[in-house]
């Protein structure tokens, strides 16, 4: 999952971005509201970072002018002020989560993935489809009750598109979502990580809709 991380203290924000991406996540960091409007503007996340202490416009602005615009991912405000009238605002805001620095790095990816099962409608930790169980705290994946082995890029994948059985999602729409800032793409990395997941969980599990895209087999 693709997050955009808002966040001005450089060493705050490379601990973060490390922690995360060890956790699955692809994040991409930026140090100020001028920044992050623009990339905003222009590409997908599926989940906001946001710190409140940031040079020139703060965080709250920001947030504020985004959800006016019509912003509709979630925003976790990450933050080192603690006064309840502080939380209150950011709620009030348009945050969705607010966790006071300094924090753990296991709690802040727990709470993204509430945030992000909360934004696809499930309550449960883990996705179930058609015999395929992934566990996104663990990094598990079963079919049928048996564990399947994944690289961490085919494991995101397979959650991406798990999250709405169903949906077709074009390659580019794939590598937007996968990929972040700096990081190189294969012309045939997709294809390469539908091939090995269909290999791992049947050739029916993920549908190919030939010069469309992929998505995962319907239930019914």
């Known amino acids: 999952m693709r997050l955009l991380l808002v966040e001005d203290d450089a060493m ?17 960091w930026v140090r100020d509201a001028r920044a992050a409007e623009g990339v905003l503007r222009t590409e997908p996340f599926e989940l906001m970072l946001l710190d409140l202490g940031l ?14 615009r019509g ?28 966790l006071i620095k300094p924090f753990d ?21 883990g996705i179930e489809h058609l015999g395929v169980t992934l566990d996104p705290a663990s990094h598990r994946v079963t ?25 077709l999602l074009s390659r580019a729409q794939i590598e937007e979502r996968l990929y972040g800032w700096g990081e190189e793409v294969e012309s045939n990395a997709v294809e390469v990580h539908i ?22 087999r319907p239930a019914s």
């Open 12 to 28: 705050i924000g490379e601990a973060i971005r490390l922690g995360l991406r060890r956790e699955g996540f692809t994040v991409d």
């Open 55 to 68: 040079p020139g416009r703060n965080g709250l602005e920001l947030l504020k002018a985004e959800r006016q």
């Open 71 to 98: 912003l509709a991912i979630p925003v976790l405000i990450i933050t080192a002020r603690d006064a309840v009238s502080d939380r209150v605002q950011g709620l009030d805001a348009g945050a969705d989560d607010y």
């Open 105 to 125: 790095l296991d709690e802040l990816a727990a709470r993204l993935r509430a945030l992000l099962r909360r934004r696809a409608g499930r309550s449960a930790a």
């Open 143 to 167: 079919r049928d009750g048996a564990d399947v082995a994944l690289s961490p890029r085919e494991f995101a994948l397979l959650q991406l598109l798990m999250e709405r059985p169903g949906t």
């Open 195 to 216: 091939h090995g997941l269909r290999k791992k969980l049947g050739a029916d599990f993920i549908l190919n809709v030939r010069g469309v895209g992929y998505r995962v």
